[in-house]
C-alpha cells in the first residue's frame, strides 16, 4: 500500500552531477514530508536532504549544503534529488525516505518509510 521507488543513480565522476527521483505512493502525501538518507559501508546512515509538505520549506546535511538541491512536483507524490560538483564521499546507497515532518531527518532514528535504495558512486 506505501511505496516508495528510487531512481537514477549510477556512476559519475568526481565533480560530475547526478539527479535523483522518488515516486511516492499509498498515503496522503500532501500531508508528508519527502527526502533522502544515504548509507555507505562503515559510515552510519545519514540524513541528507527534506522537503516539506508543503513543497517550500527544505533542509540539508551540512555535508551537502551548497551542492544538493531537493524539489517536489506532480501534486507532491515525486522528489528529486539535483546533486552537484559531487566527491567520493557521496558515494552511498540514497534511500527515499517519508515522514509527517522535516524533523525526522535530523534524528538518529530518521524517518518512518523508507524505500529500496539506489547506488550512487562517485569515483574517477
Known amino acids: 500500500q506505501v511505496q516508495l521507488v528510487e531512481s537514477g543513480g549510477g556512476l559519475v565522476q568526481p565533480g560530475g552531477s547526478l539527479r535523483l527521483s522518488c515516486a511516492a505512493s499509498g498515503w496522503p502525501l500532501e500531508h508528508y514530508a519527502l527526502g533522502w538518507f544515504r548509507e555507505a559501508p562503515g559510515k552510519a546512515r545519514e540524513g541528507v536532504s527534506c522537503i516539506e509538505s508543503g513543497g517550500t520549506e527544505t533542509w540539508y546535511a551540512d555535508s551537502v549544503k551548497g551542492r544538493f538541491s531537493i524539489s517536489r512536483v506532480h501534486a507532491n507524490n515525486t522528489i528529486y534529488l539535483q546533486m552537484n560538483r559531487l566527491v567520493p564521499e557521496d558515494t552511498a546507497i540514497y534511500y527515499c525516505?517519508?515522514?509527517?515532518?522535516?524533523?525526522?531527518?535530523?534524528?538518529?532514528?530518521?524517518?518512518?518509510?523508507w524505500g529500496q535504495g539506489t547506488q550512487v558512486t562517485v569515483s574517477s
Open positions: 525516505t517519508s515522514d509527517p515532518s522535516c524533523a525526522s531527518w535530523h534524528a538518529a532514528l530518521g524517518p518512518d518509510y
